[in-house]
């Protein structure tokens, strides 16, 4: 470590330097970019580890989890990636609306082609009006699975958290981790036509903790001054699994859930799908001891295989006899939908002046998985899903296929022949989702294909309600939608009914991602007012993979800052 004063001057001068170099190249920034944040990511192999194996991951600047980037609100962020990696890279700033910038979003074949190895492109936006916890995260193949970080953003310099400033933060990142490379993991499985295997281990900032075998000692801990109170920065960046999290006998205040306050919320755990973020509090107000946090399965589907053993670190009291046994942490069964709905229940927002009243456009979009009929001629091979067919997901029923360009470039500089759009508003048929025919196992299963666009004008007032489907199995799906945070309206359990549907347009959360209860449905709201081309998908890998997932298009407005400029120079080609 350097010494902080001139570390410090580097930074100021870099960035001073960053500025001018930049503000020449780019097209109209979002003004009020107060400072210009500076980050190099070389992405390469490196050699982990763990679990009693030796295998080589792709990471950022040798660091698993990658390098946290801190900013305050309304910071600009620069950061050159530059691919050194055998594998096509993109990276992604989930959570971070990108105001004007939605090329530099990441989403692979979405808003760019892949930075292929040996390329570097540079990654530029501004955070307008948001601060909180984010992270950033590979969106091409399942990258993810060990290509992510954390992203920091602090509040306006002199305004002040809205809860009490606690001693210290820390960053717990709860990952999946593999033996297996994971991009050749992704295409043996959708090779197979069947589901994935479950991951090796869960992981807590990386570490998987004495649970797992050769991990007594690859263990996350925070030591804790009795008394004092500490805000913990959950992100779970797991590629298939969604989780529960508790600390043993500790109580946890949720204050922020994706990177928007929520009116405080105390619970025993929580529960964080792929792509969720939340600050929780946590005072350290009992006996002096090893308490563990644990990170543990939440499976909602029916019949899915899934890795049992839950990933451990410490909250370790100063004082604390160091190699003494830590006290368990009790988290729910695997299954536990109440204790998902009631965190749910509990999640409230705090500034929720802006929800929409009313709507413009209205989708119901049905999300599941489905089973297609086997084509292969190596049925053994390639069809080992439910019943001989193939995996597959969907959204209306519509798998989503990714072009061989990305639709943003395809869509600004109008060439034809990549996606077209018509994505329904509505699934074809309506019928019982969660437990009836006809678009049900064994009567029928298929999705059609396509890369089906929903356009809609600047501004409109989008509802959206996801529902749930049983075609194969309900389950809990978490929603992401890229440019926009949302209003969590409404949500249920069973069919989505209009009569009966009890919205909450007081005092709903602003999320990025909303798990759907299994076997029921969301209702979500947001003003389209940022344009671009914005991914919409469910954030478990595996489905997105298979195609649950659509994509949204935003049309310029007339005014100023309305309209999506030009895409950079150094944009990669496919
Ligand atoms: Cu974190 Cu498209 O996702």
């Known amino acids: 470590m350097g010494n902080p004063p001139s570390s410090f001057m580097i930074l100021c001068l870099l960035s001073l330097m960053m500025s001018f170099a930049y503000t020449a190249l780019s097209v109209p920034n979002w003004p009020g970019g107060r400072t210009t944040r500076f980050y190099d990511f070389k992405v390469h192999t490196m050699t982990v580890n763990k679990l009693c194996n030796t295998k080589e991951i792709v990471a950022v600047n040798n660091m698993y989890p990658g390098p946290v980037v801190y900013a305050q609100q309304g910071d600009r962020i620069i950061v050159k990636v530059t691919n050194e990696s055998p594998y096509n890279v993109t990276i992604h700033w989930h959570g971070v609306r990108q105001i004007l ?31 909180g916890t984010f992270f950033w995260h590979a969106h091409v193949s399942w990258l993810r699975g060990t290509v992510y970080g954390a992203i920091v953003v602090y509040p306006k ?50 570490h998987p903790g004495p649970n797992y075998n050769c991990s007594a000692n690859d263990v996350y801990k925070i030591e804790v001054v009795p008394g004092k109170t500490y805000l913990l920065r959950l992100i779970n960046a797991g590629l298939n699994m969604e989780n529960f999290f508790a600390i043993a006998n500790h109580k946890l205040t949720i204050v922020e859930a994706d990177a928007e306050y929520t009116k405080p919320f105390t619970t025993d755990r929580v529960m964080l799908g792929p792509g969720q973020t939340m600050i929780v509090l946590v005072t350290a107000d009992q006996p002096i001891g090893k308490y563990s946090m644990a990170m543990g399965p939440y499976m909602s589907a029916q019949g899915a295989p899934f890795q049992n053993i839950s ?96 639709v943003l470039e ?51 007032r989008v509802q959206i309600i996801l529902q749930d489907t049983g075609t194969i199995s309900t389950e809990n799906h978490p929603i992401h939608l890229h440019g926009y945070s949302f209003y969590v309206v409404g949500y249920g359990t069973g069919d989505y009914n209009p009569q009966t549907a009890n919205l909450n347009l007081v005092d709903p959360p602003y999320m990025n991602t909303i798990g759907v209860p299994v076997g029921g449905w969301a209702a979500i709201r947001f003003v389209a007012d940022n344009p671009g081309v914005w991914f919409m998908h469910c954030h478990l890998d595996v489905h997105q993979s298979w195609g649950l997932a659509t994509v949204l298009i935003v049309k310029n407005g007339k005014g100023h800052l309305e309209t999506l400029p030009h895409p950079p120079a150094d944009l990669p080609r496919c």
């Open 101 to 131: 910038s939605c090329w530099f979003d990441g989403p692979s074949y979405i808003t760019q082609c892949p930075i292929q190895p040996g390329q570097s492109f540079t990654y530029e936006f501004t955070l307008v009006r948001q601060k």
């Open 311 to 406: 990933a451990i670190a410490y909250f370790q009291y100063l004082g604390a006899v160091p190699n003494s046994i830590s006290l368990p942490a009790r988290l729910p069964n695997f299954n536990d939908n109440l204790a998902v709905k009631t965190v749910m229940d509990g999640l409230r927002g705090l500034n929720t002046s802006n929800v929409p009243k009313e709507i413009d456009t209205n989708l119901f979009v049905t999300i599941g998985v489905n089973v297609n009929k086997c084509r292969s001629k190596t049925p053994q091979q390639n069809c080992q899903g439910i019943n001989n067919g193939t995996m597959a997901a969907s959204m209306n029923n519509i798998s989503f296929i990714k072009p061989t360009v990305s």
């Open 157 to 206: 310099t002199g305004v002040p958290y809205p809860f009490p400033y606690p001693y210290e933060e820390h960053i717990v990142i709860l990952g999946e981790y593999w033996l297996q490379d994971v991009v050749q993991l992704e295409r043996q499985v959708l090779a197979s036509g069947g589901g994935p295997p479950p991951s090796n281990a869960y992981t807590i900032n990386g």
């Open 410 to 460: 395809a869509y600004y500089k109008g060439i034809e022949g990549f996606f077209t759009e018509d994505f329904p508003e509505a699934p074809l048929r309506f019928y019982d989702f969660v437990n009836g025919a006809p678009n049900n196992a064994p009567v029928d299963t298929n999705s059609m294909n396509g890369t089906r666009t929903k356009v809609v004008e600047y501004g409109t």
